[in-house]
């Protein structure tokens, strides 16, 4: 699936993930191919992206929202300070 | 007739203003180059911010959370941004005069009794608001602009958002040049705290917001994106007085550079008459000198 991490100044991921490790703000969830549509907040913490077996990423974020529709996420994020 | 020395001196002098004023212009240019990419970088994060705002405040009456809250404005904090440099034309001038003209006016009351904040972000708005009185200088944050990303202005935001928050100020106001293009800023004192709520679209957003899963519910998503969306709207701001800062001094510097070219070509003009005059004299003294001699 498409994923597209932005923030106000930079993009800071796009491509394609096989699965998306998110710090939601009800706690971690996963998004995999074909995930229903979903907007939620996230809160502080590291975004894990599995782009390939054995290729993984990860994204330290403050805060942010996702939305998810028909494959593609999108991640609004407010970059950590660190 | 002028000294012919002095009309050299001048022009020389004239010469490499021209020479300045030229290179900052292309200087400005390069720089307004680069704040207008910042620009364009920016929209499709703020697009997709007030989209799912949007979307979310169709069936959510957001009025209630802590940074909706409208209040009478007896305490007021203005926000005046300007540059950190000169040279720009009437371009901090302008932002002073229209802060000044909302003290004076529109926050006459606040100002009156002692609760008039300013925090300035720009040297020039800085020297001028600390000397003023009547009002309270709170800060100045003229660092922001020597690198301005969204990490650097979140800091002062949280601040200003954690004023509202608390009490310390009822309503918050940007002073700051929008930028329209590279010839024309506007000056424009817009509204940041309370949050407006936003404007109900007509379109039918309905069957789109249906679709999604909301977790957690709609109201705490709309709470924990209005933050986002004030720091964004802060940076905007930031990005736009940036933009706006170097179309003026590109504008300025061209005017300068037409100028010193205007002056130039007055200059040579009575450079050269003033050799010619000398010229026709050492003739007219030969020839006298000849006939002297002839005689």
């Known amino acids: 699936m498409q994923l597209q991490i932005i923030t106000p100044d930079k993009t800071l991921f796009d491509g394609n993930a096989k699965l998306i490790q998110l710090p939601g703000t009800n706690g971690s969830f996963e998004l995999m191919e074909n995930h229903a549509p979903i907007i939620s907040t996230l809160r502080n913490g590291k975004i894990k992206i599995v782009i390939d077996n054995n290729i993984t990423e990860w994204i330290h974020i403050n805060s942010g929202v996702v939305e998810v529709l028909k494959n593609k996420v999108i991640i609004l994020a407010e970059p950590s300070l660190n | ?61 957001s009025s209630e959370g802590i940074y909706s809250r409208q209040r009478d404005p007896n305490k007021v904090l203005l926000v005046v941004v300007t540059s950190n440099r000169g040279l720009c034309g009437a371009f901090n001038a302008n932002v002073i005069k229209r802060a000044n003209l909302a003290i004076e006016t529109t926050y006459a009351n606040a100002s009156a009794t002692g609760h008039l904040y300013v925090l300035t972000i720009g040297k020039k708005a800085s020297s001028f608001f600390s000397k003023k009185s009547g009002i309270q200088h709170i800060a100045s944050h003229d660092e922001l602009f020597s690198n301005l990303t969204f990490e650097s202005i979140i800091p002062v935001a949280e601040k200003v958002m954690q004023l509202f928050v608390k009490g310390d100020v009822d309503k918050v106001d940007f002073v700051y040049n929008q930028f329209k293009s590279a010839g024309s800023q506007i000056i424009t004192l817009e509204p940041f705290l309370p949050v407006l709520p936003p404007e109900k679209s007509e379109q039918d957003n309905q069957s789109v917001s249906s679709e999604y899963i909301f977790e957690p519910s709609k109201a705490e998503i709309i709470e924990n994106m209005i933050p986002l969306s004030l720091k964004t709207q802060f940076f905007k701001v930031l990005l736009d007085s940036h933009a706006s800062e170097h179309g003026a001094r590109m504008t300025a510097m061209h005017k300068a550079t037409d100028n010193a070219s205007e002056l130039l070509k007055n200059l040579k003009l009575s450079y050269n008459k003033a050799r010619q005059a000398a010229i026709t004299n050492e003739i007219l003294e030969i020839v006298a000198g000849a006939e002297a001699l002839n005689g």
């Open chain 2, 1 to 61: 007739m002028p000294n012919l020395k002095e009309v050299r001196n001048r022009i020389t002098s004239v010469n490499s203003t021209q020479q300045i004023t030229s290179a900052m212009k292309l200087v400005s240019a390069a720089k307004l180059k680069k704040a207008q990419d910042a620009i364009t970088r920016m929209r499709p994060y703020a697009g997709k911010l007030r989209d799912i705002l949007e979307n979310l405040s169709q069936s959510i009456d």
